[in-house]
């Protein structure tokens, strides 16, 4: 296990009662490097959506428990907030939740001339995704073809 996957399992163990106490989900933690600065993101939610408050009230406790962990090596800022509205599938809880959405996929290569694929995301496996495009053609990706899926959004 890399140092990052690390860092982020371990955070996923502090967050998870954290948010349960408040009524709150994990979406993801990624621990990234950006532009020279290394960052510990939460990403959560709740029905109806996450406001500044909810974030301010995960991340007070969440720093404190990590700063007395200090478990990680690299200075690093540490940011909570909302997935946002194209949010990025990644778990299989994700995917769980989102059967039935509409769905954005950007692939590595090209397939049929194109990158970019839109649809209602039908089935998905450990190797394999399912779209419903707006012709009712079902196409399927290997999960390994794909740069990123999220829930599409239209405004």
Known sequence: MSKRESY????????LPILEKNGFELWDVEYVKEGGTWYLRAYIDKP???MVDDCEVVSRELSD?????????????????SPGLGRPLKKNRDFEK?????????????IDKKKEFRGFLREYDKDTVT???????MQ???????A???LAFDF
């Open 8 to 15: 982020e399992q371990k955070t996923e163990a502090i967050l």
């Open 48 to 50: 109806g959506g996450i």
């Open 65 to 81: 428990i990590l700063d007395e962990k200090d478990f990680i090596e690299e200075a690093y800022i540490l940011e909570v907030s």
């Open 98 to 110: 989102s059967l039935g959405e509409e769905v954005e996929i950007r692939t590595y290569r090209m």
């Open 131 to 137: 779209i419903e495009t707006d012709n009712a053609r």
């Open 140 to 146: 399927t990706f290997e999960k390994k073809e794909i």
């Open 148 to 150: 990123l899926i999220r």
